[in-house]
Each structure stands twice: as structure tokens, then as C-alpha cells.
């Protein structure tokens, strides 16, 4: 018996969001620049009620506190200006600790007492996750850090700072903005820009195919395999790994093209989230490509602070492991989470120390095909470290690794064949894409010069997502989070 | 405003291309349907288009393997067809049912099969799209699927989203030898396996009012025709100590007069774990026995 429990959301994948997203742009440029704000305003309340209603009083009684903490930031001095900042930072993770760990604190302190034969135990607390919590909270704390920091003026406008937190296209599932990108912008008219505007709608769609297209059909897999892996044999499991490879890149960079393409038709520059990670040829380059919105604000507010790498080589390893830690806990309440975030510590430590510049390594990986199996060898790195992310927890995570170890060489479950030609063609598609757009090579489709190739293309892709993609109302991966 | 223009050709060129593209491959895989020879969907064509069945037996994947319509056919002198289908809930069986209505079809007696916590939980719409190339607007001329899935109406204007995912099946089921429709049933046996203990025990889930909803008016529509129905919960391998779709269910059977046979918890036949599968399937010999059972009770 298959159920499927869907919890009420707008996802970009949704009729809801096809009917939502025009109206809200078309409106938007129908209206003066002194009510925009406030219909976009409006438009972002409503996409994070279709939720939940009542969290918007969570999250508007964060904004105001940062908001007036911005402001008390710039007019205070010494350690009192410290003190609105802790004031604003133990507001945000506050909310995180509540909604996002209390009760995986609770699990963890009620087993501990129960080893230690007490029958003493903590309540746990019944309530759903307010989507794109970690999202959120820290892009506005993002904000006080920066005001602290002076690199930000404190907005005055309330309105537009709620705005700024609220932007519907990335408050769900980022990226994680910096004010100093798009407070400004909200300041400032966007007029009508016809090649801004046709950007956004290619980018919009480009995200749906690799959603619904590539994502969802992996995800079909990926359930099957990784929730009932104790009767799946290793070589299946090891495909599903390498698909759920695929589809949290298809999923999480789909939303991100969805989220730029949407606030680019109306005007709107996002930083940009995912860089062809997939074609990165070492961890560390990994990450410079892998959800930077995030990784960079790590770096910034937590990597940079602790002292970067200019620090003595342990001092730099534990930096390292912080941030991951972090990273992994920024995820989810769970060890699976933790340990993933380790296991790239790990990995970025043991790249440090093994390829030193002008080493043995580095050479031996320089030349193209050098270059192509450093490509590889990361890919299968990464896609290692994401069983302890999709397993359920980490007796499975091990129980998983057990199996593809003992049992790589036995039967590979395929679908049907109709699946996996699309599933393959499909993963060629994006892995292509990110190719031509990599090395910079001429063949193009959706930015062909040629205006029939481009229309042509788009409505080929319309017609795949029509035809051949998964309309399951599959939420995104990382609205979780 | 030439910058304006210009973009608003080539949206509307393209929303042409579009619709037209759209058409012609609504065209194209129509005359697939029509010369389905083999496969699941030509299964599902003969079922709900071409078969004229006296008794209809509505359910999920427990109806498909429960019900031995080789059994049932010593009850019943006439064509039984059986339209369990995997994952499918409350909403599929009423889809069903009004699809086979509207087709002009006219059976005597309409089994139900209702699972523990079949009003517990969301409607899983996609099995009802599993229907869709084969008739792509059925039941949503009352409006009734679209009181809880309002957008798949305007959906179903897309010839492409019809047939979505059905392309490849569509295509292949048009080849190949004929199939002999005189098998198809839609029982499907389960084969014995290791015999596996369960003891568990269901959750007690809230009610879904929209699910509710669905079997009243399954029960609707069988009055309005005068269709004699018959609700069951076939055997269920785990304790249940409560379940509020059965309750549900026992009190829109007692207040129509319908006659509901209910066994779960051994109430009416003890099969012992070994003839389930999992806590939830029957195996062959089970259903066989759950079928003989059945067919004896049946009023």
C-alpha cells in the first residue's frame, strides 16, 4: 500500500505556483514603484502561509527583532553594539534550537538517561518544522553580522527589510542572500527588461526539467532502494547512490534556477548557488561550486573568525571541522546529518595535506585525462559521504555501506526500460549542459543566437516535462531544512 | 514598447507551437489507445472500456489479491472483473465505479473492499492519473474528483499531461501478439512465501471528511442505479484494536442497510500468518480460503 502524506505547500513544481508566480510578476509591473514592495511583500506572505499560517508570526517576530537590532547596532557603540548583535544572533538560533533540534536533543538526553537506567524523561515537542527555518534565519542573521560589521547600512524601511528576509522566490529553499546584494536592489526601480526578463523564464524552466524531469523520476529509485535496502542487493544500491547523486543536484540546483529565474523576471539579481559542483576535481573545489549561498556564508561568519587557513596547521583542522559540523547540523537534527558534514571535514583535510601545490598529486592529475579521473574520483567521494545524507539514520547509513560492500557484484534491479532511457537521457542532458557551459563551448541550445533553435528548444523542453515528467508532487529536498 | 512587442511574439509564437505540438501528439497517442493489442493499459482499456462485467470488485492491491474471481464465479453467473490496483485508495474505486457508469455499463452487484486507515490519509491522486489515456475526463464531469484535486480539470486540457508517462507503455503495448481478453479478470494470486510472524498493531489515524466523502458516494451512486453493493475488509495480518475507517465505514453501512463483512482481527475467518505474505496481502492459498469464505457470506 503506498500513501503518500502531503503536507500543504507551494512548490515551484505546482499548478498553485503556475498560477501564483504570473500573477504576482504581471501585477508587479502593472503597479508604481511605491507599492511594489508592498505587493511583493504581500505575494511572499502568502506563499509562506500556504504552509502553515500561523508560523508567520515566528517569522515576523524574528524579523522585527533584527530589524530594530540592525538599527540599534548602527546608533550604539562599543560593547553594548556587541550586545544588540548577541541579541539578534540568540533570537535566530533560538528559533533554530526550538523548531529545528529541541527534540533531537531530547532523544539523544532521554537515551542517554535510559542507558544510565533512569526513568526520568524529557517531553518532546509536537509541531511541525517551519519550512526553510535555517533558510531564513540565517540570511537575516547575515544582515545583523553585516551592520555589525559596518559593511551595512541598517535599513530603515521595515517594510523593505521584511522584504528582504521574506522574498518569496529564495525564502524556502535559498540562497541564502547577503543584504549587500539585494537590499539595494530592492531600493532601486526595476524597470521592464526584455532580456532579463527571457533570461528568468529559461531559467525557470531549465530548473522545472531538472526537477520533475531528472529529480523526481530518480527520487522513484532512490526511495525504493534506500528505504528497503535490506532486500536490495549491493550494485543496486550502489546505482542508487549515484542517483541520488544526481537528483539532489537536479533537485536542490532546479529550485535555485526556479528561485534566480523567478526574481530575475521581475528585475531581481540572486547570487548564483551551484557552479557545475559535479565537474569539480577535488573537495575543496566542491565546495567553491556546492550551494555557495551557504558554504560561503560559513566561510564568512564562522571560517574567517576562527582564522581561516592562516593559522597553524591543527588550529586550521579543527576550523575545518567546526565548519562542517556546523554545516552537517545546518542540515538536519539528526547523527546522519553530523556525520556527513565529518566525513567532508575529513576529506577536505586529507586533500590539504596529500595534494600540496607542485607535489606528486597535483601532477599526476594535471594532464586532460588526469583531469577527468580527478573528476571521477570526486564524484565517487561526494556521492559516498551523500549515503549517511539520504539514509533514514546511521545503522542504516552502515547497514547500506555493508551491503555495497559485500554485495557489488550481484544483479543490478533495473526499471523498465522506458525509466532508465529516460533517467539516462535525462542525466546526460544536465551533465551536458553543465559541459558546454564549463568549457565554454559554442553548442548552445537555450542561448542559441538563433532565435528558432531557442524557441524550438523550449518548447521541446515544455513538451518533455509535459510528456515525460513526474508530476508527484514531489516536495524539494532541501525545503526540509 | 518594439522591445514589448517583440517579446510578446515569441511567447505567443511559441504558446502556438505549443498548443499545436500538443494536439498532434494528443492525436498520435489516441490512435495508440485504439490499437492497444497487450499490456497493462490494454488490461485497463478492456476493463473499463470493452468488458460488460455483472460483478465489479472495487479496491487496492489487498482487492486485486484477494478476491479469486475463478472462486466467485460459482456465486455469480456472469462476467466478474476485479479493479484492485496497487497503491490506489477510496478516490480510485469511485472513479472507477463512475467511469464504468458513464460508459453504459451496468453491473449487479459492486464488491468494496475498505483497508484499516483507508480514510486516514491524503488521496493519492496519481493512481487516478494512471487512468487517464484511457479517458482522460471521466468522473470529472460532476466535479467530484475536482472538490479535492481542483487543478487536475484545468490539467486535462493538455492532451500531454493525459498521456504523461504513458508514451513508451502506449507505444509498445500497439505491437506485439494480441491478448486474450477472455483471461483478463484482475485477480492477481500472490505466490506463497517464508512464513513471517507479525504482531502489530495499527495506528489510530484521524479521519479524512474528503475520503468519507468518496464511499458515501460510492454508495450513492450505487442506489441511484440500483446496484446491489456489498463492503468488506478482507483479513488483515496484525492486531488492530481500533481503527476509525472501520468505524466509519460500519456506520454508512448500517445506516443504507449494506451489508459489511469484516475480518479483520480473525472476526470472521482465523487464517492462521502463514497464508500472508506481509501484514497485509493474503497469499494464493489465503485468498482462496478468504474467497470461499466470502462467497458464502455474500447475502
Known amino acids: 500500500m503506498q500513501v503518500i502524506i502531503c503536507i500543504k505547500k507551494m512548490l515551484f513544481n505546482s499548478f498553485e505556483f503556475l ?15 511605491r507599492f511594489r514592495w508592498l505587493w511583493l511583500l504581500a505575494a511572499s506572505c502568502y506563499f509562506y502561509m500556504f504552509f502553515k499560517p500561523v508560523y508567520i508570526l515566528i517569522l515576523a517576530g524574528t524579523i522585527i527583532i533584527d530589524y530594530l537590532a540592525g538599527l540599534q547596532i548602527a546608533r550604539l557603540k562599543g560593547y553594548k553594539k556587541k550586545w544588540m548583535l548577541i541579541v539578534s544572533i540568540v533570537a535566530n538560533v533560538g528559533v533554530l534550537a526550538v523548531f529545528k533540534y529541541y527534540n533531537f536533543f531530547s532523544a539523544n538526553v532521554n537515551h542517554l538517561l535510559h542507558v544510565g537506567g533512569y526513568n526520568f524523561r524529557i517531553r518532546y515537542l509536537d509541531m511541525l518544522l517551519p519550512i526553510g527555518l535555517s533558510f531564513h534565519t540565517f540570511q537575516a542573521m547575515s544582515y545583523t553580522i553585516e551592520v555589525y560589521r559596518g559593511n551595512q547600512k541598517p535599513e530603515k524601511h521595515f517594510g523593505l527589510y521584511a522584504l528582504y528576509v521574506m522574498f518569496y522566490p529564495q525564502l524556502v529553499a535559498g540562497p541564502i542572500e547577503r543584504p549587500q546584494n539585494i537590499l539595494h536592489q ?27 524531469f531528472v529529480a523526481d523520476r530518480l527520487s522513484t529509485y532512490v526511495l525504493a532502494a534506500f528505504e528497503n535496502y535490506k532486500n536490495q542487493t549491493g550494485s543496486t544500491l550502489i546505482v542508487a547512490t549515484l542517483f541520488f547523486t544526481m537528483q539532489i543536484y537536479c533537485d536542490f540546483s532546479g529550485y535555485s534556477d526556479i528561485a534566480r529565474g523567478a526574481a530575475k523576471t521581475m528585475g531581481y539579481d540572486l547570487m548564483i548557488n551551484f557552479r557545475r559542483p559535479y565537474l569539480a576535481e577535488n573537495i575543496t573545489d566542491f565546495w567553491r561550486r556546492w550551494h555557495i549561498s551557504l558554504s560561503s556564508w560559513f566561510k564568512d561568519y564562522v571560517y574567517f573568525p576562527l582564522g581561516g587557513n592562516k593559522v597553524y596547521l591543527l588550529k586550521w583542522c579543527r576550523n575545518i571541522m567546526i565548519v562542517f559540523l556546523l554545516s552537517g547540523l545546518w542540515h538536519g537534527a539528526n547523527w546522519t546529518f553530523i556525520v556527513w558534514g565529518l566525513l567532508h571535514a575529513v576529506f577536505t583535510i586529507v586533500h590539504k595535506l596529500i595534494a600540496k601545490p607542485g607535489g606528486f598529486i597535483v601532477k599526476l592529475f594535471s594532464s586532460t585525462a588526469g583531469k577527468v579521473a580527478a573528476i571521477i574520483l570526486n564524484l565517487c567521494v561526494v556521492s559516498f559521504a551523500w549515503i549517511f545524507f539520504r539514509a533514514l539514520n546511521l545503522n542504516d547509513a552502515v547497514g547500506i555501506i555493508h551491503k555495497i560492500i559485500t554485495g557489488w557484484h550481484d544483479k543490478v534491479f533495473v526499471k523498465t526500460f522506458a525509466w532508465t532511457a529516460l533517467t539516462l537521457v535525462g542525466i546526460f542532458i544536465v551533465f551536458a549542459a553543465d559541459v558546454v557551459e564549463e568549457y565554454n563551448l559554442k553548442f548552445r541550445l537555450l542561448g542559441n543566437p538563433n532565435i528558432f533553435v531557442r524557441l524550438t528548444t523550449v518548447c521541446a523542453i515544455i513538451m518533455a516535462i509535459l510528456c515525460f515528467g513526474v508530476f508527484q508532487n514531489i516536495s524539494f529536498i532541501y525545503f526540509q531544512f | 514598447m518594439h522591445l514589448k512587442s517583440n ?17 498532434v501528439f494528443g492525436f498520435f497517442m489516441n490512435y495508440q489507445v485504439r490499437h492497444l493489442k497487450n499490456g497493462g493499459l490494454f488490461e485497463l482499456k478492456y476493463k473499463l472500456v470493452d468488458a460488460n462485467p455483472l460483478v465489479v470488485i472495487l479496491g487496492s492491491s489487498r482487492a486485486c489479491h484477494h478476491y479469486n474471481t475463478t472462486i466467485l464465479q460459482n456465486r455469480f453467473n456472469g ?72 487543478y487536475e480539470n484545468i490539467k486535462l486540457h493538455l492532451y ?33 512465501r517464508q512464513y513471517t510472524m507479525y504482531n502489530g498493531t495499527e495506528s489510530n489515524f484521524e479521519l479524512h471528511d474528503d475520503m468519507v466523502y468518496y464511499l458515501k458516494a460510492i454508495v450513492g451512486l450505487c442506489k441511484s442505479h440500483n446496484i446491489k453493493l456489498t463492503v468488506c475488509t478482507s483479513p488483515y ?35 492462521p500468518s502463514r497464508f500472508f505474505v506481509d501484514e497485509a496481502h493474503l497469499d494464493t492459498n489465503g485468498a482462496d480460503m478468504f474467497t470461499s469464505d466470502f462467497m458464502a457470506r455474500i447475502k
Open chain 1, 19 to 33: 498560477l501564483f508566480y504570473p500573477i504576482v510578476t504581471l501585477i508587479y509591473f502593472l503597479l508604481s514603484q
Open chain 2, 237 to 271: 495480518n496484525a492486531n488492530i484494536v481500533r481503527d476509525r475507517s472501520i468505524e466509519a465505514t460500519e456506520e454508512i453501512c448500517m445506516k443504507n442497510g449494506i451489508q459489511y463483512l469484516n475480518y479483520l482481527n480473525n472476526g470472521l475467518l482465523g487464517l
Open chain 2, 7 to 23: 517579446l510578446i511574439f515569441k511567447i505567443v509564437f511559441c504558446l502556438v507551437v505549443l498548443f499545436t505540438a500538443d494536439r
Open chain 2, 79 to 150: 462476467k466478474i472483473i476485479n479493479y484492485g490496483e496497487d497503491g490506489s485508495d477510496i478516490v480510485y474505486y469511485y472513479v472507477v465505479l463512475a467511469q464504468l457508469l458513464k460508459e453504459g455499463k451496468k453491473p449487479q452487484h459492486v464488491i468494496v473492499d475498505i483497508r484499516p486507515n483507508e480514510f486516514g490519509a491524503s488521496p493519492y491522486l496519481n493512481v487516478v492519473a494512471g487512468l487517464y489515456p484511457i479517458s482522460g475526463e471521466m468522473s470529472l464531469e460532476g466535479n467530484e474528483l475536482g472538490k479535492i484535486a481542483p
Open chain 1, 186 to 212: 530592492l531600493h532601486t526601480k526595476q524597470p521592464f527588461n526584455k532580456d532579463g526578463f527571457a533570461y528568468g523564464l529559461k531559467l525557470i524552466l531549465w530548473g522545472l526539467f531538472k526537477k520533475v
Open chain 2, 160 to 192: 500531454s499531461y493525459r498521456f504523461n508517462n504513458h508514451v513508451f507503455d502506449l507505444i509498445g503495448a500497439t505491437h506485439g501478439p494480441l491478448e486474450d481478453t477472455g483471461t483478463i479478470t484482475g485477480y492477481k494470486p500472490l505466490p506463497p
